[in-house]
């Protein structure tokens, strides 16, 4: 199946600022629409009442500096 890629972002921010998007969003998902991003890369999706739902923590080291980087990953899935 082909991916298309419909909103991304990705940036630095303080503890706090990312708490309250995820607040916001689990709002949004509560109500059943999500809205992402602001201004004209406005993404809006519904999520039906009962999605798959995944929460993975990985651990990823660097083979040549060993330093080690984490991933956190909250992910929601439905097919259509």
Request: glycine share 6%; aromatic share 6%.
């Given at each position: ?11 630095a ?66 097919t259509e």
């Amino acid at each position: 199946m082909p991916e298309e890629q419909l909103f991304k972002t990705e940036e630095a921010r303080p503890r706090p600022e990312i708490a309250d998007v995820l607040t916001t969003a689990a709002e949004q998902i509560e109500d059943g629409t999500v809205v992402l991003g602001g201004g004209s890369e406005t993404r809006e999706v519904d999520v039906p009442e009962t999605p798959r739902f995944e929460v993975e923590l990985e651990r990823l080291t660097d083979s040549e500096t060993g330093e080690q980087r984490y991933e956190l990953e909250y992910e929601i899935r439905w097919t259509e």
